[in-house]
């Protein structure tokens, strides 16, 4: 274990290195925020009551105060979460043990939506009760929800859980309006049955034992996890996170020697051997393995290029259930929330402050793969992610397809 809290000490100090100021980070993610479509909905009561109540939120949790937390949001007696699926990260399982924990009922919206449409429903719901409480964003769209608007107004409220001061600084906005609740690198999961050799680098999928066995979670013209992709393929083909073109070309050579299919892979199709090979997060891969015990599914981080991101929980401004947002995100920075996200086989937030203190099981770390692989990953900040997405969105439907 000393080895692997070694190397995550490591990997902390160089992603606090890296750490862009505020005011860059919210220059450049204004266009994200301008990208949001914004609908009309009904009004109801909630945002008199709402008013009535914000006198009183606390925009920080202490041991004083937890709890009010706690009885006010038993009060509230109910969630509303947005895109979390129950495989992912095991939300499930982190869901459920909340509602058992504190009595509140969840209502989990659109689970398979994206970070575009869990701040969409902010803004279109914001008078209705079936509003959204709290997002899990992407880092964009995450920034996107602290930029406001032309009247003043933000998406996200700000509140800093009580395990504040042990979330890395470079994961959250130092004035509490979101912070990163856990990462995944990029992986090769595989059918060990349909697959061999097992890849164990990019260039390894070149190989014609991989004929028509390669695919990814989505295209990157829509989906994080292949854009994820198409930034670790750039890291180990000569590119950067600056430079993403290397990336493209690599998938176009993939699919020129027809190794890479355009099938978006799946529970399904993983399940089914529809794809042999998944290029997709580590989290969503190694649970996979877990899942579907009869295909022999494998996963291995790539040696050659170790691309990470990480989302970030928020409350919106708008929540109908206030206090309620804030005992969830108490729970998710707890050890308990924090252990289970890595039961999941996501990295947590406060995962440097756990490892220091020795609490968490080797079982949970041993169920990762090689912690020396882990420490090369890279990040790539908001200006990088929307330069990439620009130069995917111009050279990839020619040179690789949908």
Same mark, same amino acid.
């Given at each position: 274990?000393?080895?692997?809290?070694?190397?995550?000490?490591e990997?902390?100090?160089?992603?606090a290195?890296?750490?862009?100021?505020?005011?860059?980070?919210?220059?450049r993610?204004?266009?994200a925020?301008?990208? @949001?479509?914004?609908?009309s909905?009904?009004?109801?009561?909630?945002?008199?009551?709402?008013?009535?109540?914000?006198?009183?939120?606390?925009?920080?949790?202490?041991?004083?105060n937890?709890?009010?937390?706690?009885?006010?949001a038993?009060?509230?007696?109910h969630?509303?979460?947005?895109?979390?699926?129950? +495989?992912?990260?095991?939300y499930?399982?982190?869901?459920?043990?909340?509602?058992?924990?504190?009595?509140?009922?969840?209502?989990?919206a659109?689970?398979?939506?994206?970070?575009?449409?869990?701040?969409?429903?902010?803004e279109s719901?914001?008078?209705?009760?079936?509003?959204p409480?709290?997002?899990?964003?992407?880092?964009?769209?995450?920034i996107?929800?602290?930029?406001?608007n032309?009247?003043?107004?933000?998406?996200?409220?700000?509140?800093?859980?009580?395990?504040?001061n042990?979330?890395?600084?470079?994961?959250?906005?130092?004035?509490?309006?979101?912070?990163?609740?856990?990462?995944?690198?990029?992986?090769?999961g595989y059918?060990?049955?349909?697959?061999?050799?097992?890849?164990?680098?990019?260039?390894?999928?070149?190989?014609? /034992?991989?004929?028509?066995?390669? /695919?990814?979670?989505?295209?990157?013209l829509?989906?994080? /996890?292949?854009?994820?992709?198409v930034?670790?393929?750039?890291?180990?083909?000569?590119?950067?996170?600056?430079?993403?073109?290397?990336?493209?070309?690599?998938f176009?050579?993939?699919?020129?020697?027809?190794?890479?299919?355009?099938?978006?892979?799946?529970?399904?199709?993983?399940?089914?051997?529809?794809?042999?090979?998944?290029?997709?997060w580590d989290?969503?891969?190694?649970g996979?393995?877990?899942?579907?015990p /009869?295909?022999?599914?494998?996963?291995?981080?790539?040696?050659?290029?170790?691309?990470?991101?990480?989302y970030?929980?928020?409350?919106?401004?708008?929540?109908?259930?206030?206090?309620?947002?804030?005992?969830?995100?108490?729970?998710?920075?707890?050890?308990?929330?924090?252990?289970?996200?890595?039961?999941g086989?996501?990295?947590?937030?406060?995962?440097? +402050?756990?490892?220091?203190?020795?609490?968490?099981?080797?079982?949970?770390?041993?169920?990762?793969?090689?912690?020396?692989?882990?420490?090369?990953?890279?990040?790539?900040?908001?200006?990088?992610q929307?330069?990439?997405?620009? @130069?995917?969105?111009?050279?990839?439907?020619?040179?690789?397809?949908?």
């Amino acid at each position: 274990m000393e080895d692997y809290e070694a190397q995550e000490v490591e990997f902390w100090r160089r992603l606090a290195e890296s750490d862009m100021s505020r005011s860059q980070m919210l220059r450049r993610s204004a266009a994200a925020a301008v990208g @949001l479509t914004i609908l009309s909905a009904p009004g109801t009561a909630f945002a008199a009551r709402r008013s009535l109540a914000g006198s009183s939120l606390p925009t920080a949790g202490t041991a004083g105060n937890f709890a009010e937390i706690v009885a006010n949001a038993k009060k509230e007696g109910h969630l509303n979460t947005i895109a979390l699926p129950p +495989d992912w990260a095991n939300y499930g399982e982190i869901m459920s043990t909340f509602q058992s924990k504190y009595g509140i009922k969840i209502s989990n919206a659109n689970p398979d939506g994206s970070s575009a449409e869990e701040n969409q429903a902010i803004e279109s719901l914001k008078s209705n009760s079936r509003a959204p409480d709290v997002v899990d964003d992407g880092p964009a769209f995450a920034i996107a929800g602290t930029v406001p608007n032309s009247s003043g107004q933000r998406l996200f409220t700000p509140y800093k859980v009580q395990e504040w001061n042990t979330i890395p600084r470079a994961m959250k906005d130092t004035r509490g309006y979101y912070y990163g609740d856990y990462w995944g690198v990029i992986s090769f999961g595989y059918n060990s049955s349909l697959v061999n050799p097992a890849p164990t680098s990019w260039q390894d999928l070149l190989k014609p /034992a991989y004929k028509g066995k390669v /695919a990814m979670n989505g295209s990157p013209l829509t989906a994080g /996890a292949a854009v994820a992709g198409v930034f670790a393929a750039a890291l180990a083909n000569g590119g950067s996170l600056s430079n993403v073109a290397p990336g493209v070309d690599f998938f176009q050579k993939l699919k020129q020697v027809g190794n890479y299919i355009p099938v978006q892979s799946t529970p399904q199709t993983v399940a089914s051997g529809q794809t042999p090979i998944s290029i997709d997060w580590d989290y969503l891969n190694l649970g996979y393995a877990k899942e579907f015990p /009869a295909a022999n599914w494998k996963v291995a981080v790539p040696s050659d290029g170790v691309y990470g991101a990480y989302y970030c929980q928020a409350i919106s401004s708008y929540a109908p259930h206030p206090w309620a947002a804030r005992l969830w995100e108490e729970f998710l920075y707890s050890d308990q929330g924090q252990l289970l996200w890595l039961k999941g086989y996501s990295h947590p937030a406060r995962f440097q +402050d756990l490892s220091s203190r020795g609490v968490i099981p080797k079982s949970l770390l041993t169920a990762l793969p090689s912690a020396s692989l882990y420490a090369k990953v890279k990040f790539a900040n908001s200006g990088q992610q929307t330069a990439a997405k620009n @130069l995917i969105a111009q050279q990839w439907p020619s040179k690789v397809g949908q």
